[in-house]
């Protein structure tokens, strides 16, 4: 009951822009390496004190590694009951991804956050800040694990 | 005289417990988050050197707090020379507290006519007591109450600090299983159920044996018991908080010492 009232309270409390959809675009790059394995991947809306706003995507297989997806896990991957509809699903092979998420993100700076963790390989975190008046396309190019990450987001 | 007087002081020193052993204690688990059901296995040593093993500790005041308060004993222990190691099963939803310790320890030290050195006991306040000779001088007791541990989670962080009121405990403040390097992580003690206001945290990171200072960096606990800690580096850390209290004259017993430590993993931002 108390964390009935509490979730009310801060639904009142942040106020909401009404269905935004936000397009990202991801780069999962060919690694030239002697054993390959396909990179668990989170990607997620952050707000400024770097809480999940919203999960938007998580490529994973065994649930015993999920924690290494480690900034994911300890911000609020663990407290996620996967499977998450239409978000969450299984490790994807190199190539260019199109994920669309449409709905309701509370107002103010947002930060779209790309981990991508490989078995004996390395581990990427990307941070891209979202324009701040939620309208227009923002790009990075990850170094090693990641290859361009492109999101646009659009009332 | 200055020499004799210095010996004297330096065998009274060594007389006391914790002072004895200047060693850092500490418990290492393979992991501290898990995302799936898990046996975590754990170092159980004492060592200058952080986190390298160097003496085995004696396992039979471990216990395992499980996130729903129910007391589990280790799996597999074994007392090497170097390292006591045993495994925990980690199967709930929630945070796990291993402890070793927090229960108060006696130790007497007595001086028997004729004989060189004062004698020195350990044990129940009680037997302590009832083993010192009639003619026995300058007899003094002492406390010590010694917590060591570590949380370890599966899933979602739960609250399982120990709150016994007894010693030094770290009751609130950041989840020991979510800091950050570049966020500063508030930690609340108690002193036998109080806030533990003016005691000292020291904070050491891992590694200490491939540079050439410690690296520890201390915090004195404001009014409420609480320091904020600034991380250095990702890694593990051992952070240490000890007092040592003189009782006033014709108190039973003579000094009361307190100690905690806990070892925690701090994540790359």
């Known amino acids: ?61 065994q649930e015993k590694w999920w924690r290494d997806l480690r900034s994911w896990w300890r911000r609020g991957g663990s407290q996620t009951e996967l499977p998450i ?20 993100l509370p107002e103010g700076a947002l930060t779209l956050n790309v981990e991508a963790v490989r ?27 990641l290859g361009l990450i492109a999101a646009t987001i659009a009332p | 005289m200055k020499k004799q007087m210095i010996v004297a002081l330096t065998v009274s020193v060594m007389g006391w417990p914790l002072v004895a052993d200047a060693h850092k204690r ?26 390298y093993v160097d003496k085995g500790m004696s396992m039979d005041g471990v216990e395992i707090i499980d996130p729903a308060g129910e007391v589990h004993k280790p ?5 090497r020379k170097r390292r006591s190691v045993f495994d925990v099963d980690i199967e709930k939803e929630g945070t796990y507290r291993v402890m070793s310790g927090g229960k108060p320890m006696y130790f007497s030290s007595f001086q028997v006519p004729g ?13 302590l007591k009832a083993k010192i000779p009639a003619n026995a001088t300058d007899v003094k007791f002492s406390e010590s109450i010694s917590l060591l541990e570590t949380y ?21 403040g950041a989840h020991p299983n979510t800091l950050y390097a570049d966020e500063p992580s508030r930690f609340v003690f108690n002193l036998n159920g109080k806030p533990a206001k003016g005691l000292t945290v020291e904070v050491t990171p891992d590694g200490t044996r491939y540079r050439d200072e410690e690296g520890t960096v201390s915090y004195t606990l404001d009014d409420k018991g609480a320091a904020e800690v600034n991380w250095s580096v990702p890694g593990r850390y051992l952070i240490e908080v000890g007092a040592e209290i003189e009782m006033p004259k014709g108190n039973e017993i003579a000094k009361r010492y307190y100690s905690y430590s806990v070892t925690l993993e701090v994540l790359q931002p």
Not at chain 1, 119 to 129: A, D, S
Not at chain 2, 33 to 50: I, K, P, R
Not at chain 2, 152 to 172: C, R
Request: hydrophobic share 40%; net charge negative.
């Open chain 1, 1 to 61: 009951m108390r964390k009935l009232v509490g979730v009310a309270a801060l639904m009142a409390a942040t106020s909401f822009v009404q269905a935004e959809t936000l397009t990202v675009e991801l780069n999962i790059p060919e690694m030239d390496v002697a054993e390959y394995h396909r990179p668990y991947i989170a990607v997620w809306v952050s707000d400024d004190s770097r809480q999940i706003v919203e999960h938007v995507a998580v490529w994973v297989e």
């Open chain 1, 85 to 104: 509809d239409g978000v969450s699903g299984a490790t994807r092979k190199p190539g260019t991804y199109t994920l669309t998420w449409d709905g309701d």
């Open chain 1, 119 to 145: 078995e004996v390989g390395g581990r990427e975190h990307i941070r891209l800040p979202l324009p701040a008046n939620h309208n227009g396309k923002v790009e990075v190019k990850g170094s090693k694990e």
């Open chain 2, 26 to 51: 500490w418990l290492l688990p393979t992991d501290f988050s898990l995302s799936d059901a898990e046996q975590v296995s754990f170092d159980f040593t004492a060592s200058n050197n952080l986190f």
């Open chain 2, 75 to 79: 799996i597999n222990p074994v007392k």
């Open chain 2, 115 to 127: 004989e060189e050195k004062p004698s020195r006991g350990r044990g129940a306040l009680d037997e």
């Open chain 2, 152 to 172: 370890i989670t599966l899933g979602a962080p739960s609250d399982n600090f120990g709150k016994s009121g007894q010693g030094i405990e770290l009751v609130g």
